[in-house]
C-alpha cells in the first residue's frame, strides 16, 4: 500500500503508519483532487472543464471551490475531493483497482 505525505514524498505504509494515523490522524491529510493529476493519470478532458476516463459512464466536473462533482442515475450532484474517494468510486463501479500516479 502507498500513502502520500504533505512533501510530497511517497512512502511504503506499515503497522508503524497505521499506529501514528490512529494516534495522530492531523498529520494525515488526503491527497486532494486535481486537474493535472487526473489527466496524468489517463482522464481525457472531453470538453472544457470535464474531465472523463472511458470506463466511467459519466463525466467529472471541476467545482469552483475545488474537487470534482459527477451525477449518477439519480440525477443529484455528488462530490469527490480526494483521491482515496475517486478510488472508491471507481472500485463500486469497476470491481478494479484504479491507480493514480502522484509523482506528478
Not at 504533505?6 to 491527497?31: A, F, M, Q, R
Not at 493519470?41 to 470506463?55: A, R, W
Not at 442515475?73 to 471507481?90: A, G, I, P, R, T
Amino acid at each position: 500500500m502507498i500513502t502520500y505525505y504533505p512533501t510530497g514524498k511517497l512512502v511504503t505504509v506499515d503497522y508503524d503508519h497505521v499506529k501514528s494515523l490512529i494516534k495522530n490522524p492531523e498529520e494525515y491529510n488526503p491527497i486532494p483532487l486535481k486537474p493535472d493529476l487526473l489527466q496524468f493519470s489517463g482522464f481525457e478532458e472531453k470538453e472544457k472543464n470535464k474531465l472523463k476516463i472511458q470506463l466511467l459512464p459519466f463525466p467529472l466536473l471541476e467545482n469552483e471551490t475545488g474537487g470534482f462533482r459527477y451525477i449518477l442515475f439519480d440525477n443529484k450532484d455528488k462530490y469527490v475531493e480526494s483521491v482515496h474517494q475517486l478510488q472508491n468510486l471507481y472500485f463500486a463501479l469497476t470491481n478494479e483497482e484504479l491507480h493514480i500516479k502522484l509523482d506528478v
